[in-house]
């Protein structure tokens, strides 16, 4: 079964001086310091939020949504050291949006189910099998409650402990490791279904 984490660690820490700077600088208006974090936490906000609404299209868009209510709300950010967690519960928060909007859709008469094309970012030598296990994940992530999928994507992708979790999400951490306890759970049926399907 493939690993769902990302590609590689990030290469700034929440509390590396460095990202710290950039966000004060950002904080006071520096278009320089933003694009800099923006390409520091472009790709990860962009694989956590196509994951969690299992669309690459519409992860890009809510990745530029993210990173432009970042850029308006920056300047009310207390704490420099918190951005990751700060920047995450922007994605979050616009990921939950586009899955209610996208459930009332559904409902209303006229809506059409959403095609997905996303696909989790795997390293694997056979293109072919890459494509099928990219697509297995995929599959396998959309049929997680969303509770699930965004606990499991955010200490997966976001490399947030349970603690920073609860408090990015204001749930206390018994929900948070229940939530990824059974999304890893699920994720893993459903994906060895999924396997044995094809």
Same mark, same amino acid.
């Given at each position: 079964?493939?690993?769902?984490?990302?590609?590689?660690?990030?290469?700034?820490?929440?509390?590396?001086?460095?990202?710290?700077?950039?966000?004060?600088?950002?904080? &006071?208006?520096?278009?320089? /310091?933003?694009?800099?974090?923006?390409?520091?936490?472009?790709?990860?906000?962009?694989?956590?939020?196509?994951?969690?609404?299992?669309?690459?299209?519409?992860?890009?868009?809510?990745?530029?949504?993210?990173?432009?209510? /970042?850029?308006?709300?920056?300047?009310?950010?207390?704490?420099?050291?918190?951005?990751? /967690?700060?920047?995450?519960?922007?994605?979050?928060?616009?990921?939950?949006?586009?899955?209610?909007?996208?459930?009332?859709?559904?409902?209303?008469?006229?809506?059409?189910? &959403?095609?997905?094309?996303?696909?989790?970012?795997?390293?694997?030598?056979?293109?072919?099998?890459?494509?099928?296990?990219?697509?297995?994940?995929?599959?396998?992530?959309?049929?997680? /409650?969303?509770?699930?999928?965004?606990?499991?994507?955010?200490?997966?992708?976001?490399?947030?402990?349970?603690? &920073?979790?609860?408090?990015?999400?204001?749930?206390?951490?018994?929900?948070?490791?229940?939530?990824?306890?059974?999304?890893?759970?699920?994720?893993?049926?459903?994906?060895?279904?999924?396997?044995?399907?094809?």
């Amino acid at each position: 079964m493939p690993q769902l984490a990302g590609d590689s660690p990030p290469s700034l820490s929440s509390g590396d001086p460095l990202l710290v700077e950039q966000v004060e600088r950002a904080r &006071e208006g520096e278009s320089a /310091a933003f694009t800099a974090l923006f390409e520091h936490f472009n790709a990860r906000i962009f694989r956590y939020l196509e994951r969690v609404v299992g669309n690459a299209e519409i992860g890009r868009d809510l990745t530029q949504e993210t990173f432009i209510a /970042a850029w308006r709300a920056l300047p009310t950010l207390q704490d420099s050291r918190s951005f990751s /967690a700060w920047l995450y519960r922007i994605a979050t928060n616009m990921a939950r949006l586009h899955l209610r909007r996208a459930r009332l859709i559904r409902w209303l008469p006229w809506g059409a189910p &959403e095609t997905s094309t996303a696909g989790a970012h795997l390293s694997l030598v056979d293109p072919e099998e890459q494509v099928g296990q990219s697509e297995a994940v995929r599959m396998a992530l959309a049929e997680l /409650a969303p509770k699930y999928r965004i606990c499991l994507l955010l200490q997966l992708e976001g490399g947030f402990s349970q603690r &920073e979790i609860a408090q990015l999400l204001g749930i206390n951490e018994k929900s948070v490791s229940a939530n990824i306890s059974r999304g890893r759970q699920q994720f893993r049926q459903v994906y060895l279904r999924l396997e044995h399907e094809s």
